[in-house]
C-alpha cells in the first residue's frame, strides 16, 4: 500500500520562498506521475504543477514562472519549490502519486501567506 508524507509548509510573508517535500513509500515510485494539488477555503482542489515519470512538468498558470516541480528517485521523493509566494497561494497542497488505475493522497501540508 501506497504511503505519501508532506513536509515543508508553514507561515510565510508575501514575496517569500518555501519547499514542499513528499516522500513516498510502499509503491516503485518510477513508475508514477507525480502531482501537487491545492485548496483553498472554500474552493475545489486543484492541480498546482505535475511531473512525469520522464520528467516533464506542466504547472498552473497562476504559478508559471514562481513554483518549480521535480523528482528525486533516488530519494522516493518529489519537491515543490514555490518563490514569490502570494497571498492567494494559501491553501492546504496535497501530494498525489497516479499510475494506471492506483492513487495515492498524502495527508496535506498548510501553506500560509501572510504579513
Known amino acids: 500500500q501506497g504511503r505519501l508524507v508532506e513536509s515543508g509548509g508553514g507561515l510565510v510573508q508575501p514575496g517569500g520562498s518555501l519547499r514542499l517535500s513528499c516522500a513516498a513509500s510502499?509503491?516503485?515510485?518510477?513508475?508514477?506521475?507525480m502531482g501537487w494539488y491545492r485548496q483553498a477555503p472554500g474552493k475545489q482542489r486543484e492541480l498546482v504543477a505535475a511531473?512525469?515519470?520522464?520528467?516533464?512538468?506542466n504547472y498552473a498558470d497562476s504559478v508559471k514562472g514562481r513554483f518549480t516541480i521535480s523528482r528525486d528517485n533516488a530519494k522516493n521523493t518529489v519537491y515543490l519549490q514555490m518563490n514569490s509566494l502570494k497571498p492567494e497561494d494559501t491553501a492546504v497542497y496535497y501530494c498525489?502519486?497516479?499510475?494506471?488505475?492506483?492513487?495515492?493522497w498524502g495527508q496535506g501540508a498548510q501553506v500560509t501567506v501572510s504579513s
Open positions: 510502499g509503491i516503485t515510485f518510477t513508475f508514477y506521475r
Open positions: 511531473i512525469t515519470s520522464g520528467g516533464s512538468t
Open positions: 498525489n502519486a497516479n499510475w494506471e488505475r492506483l492513487d495515492y
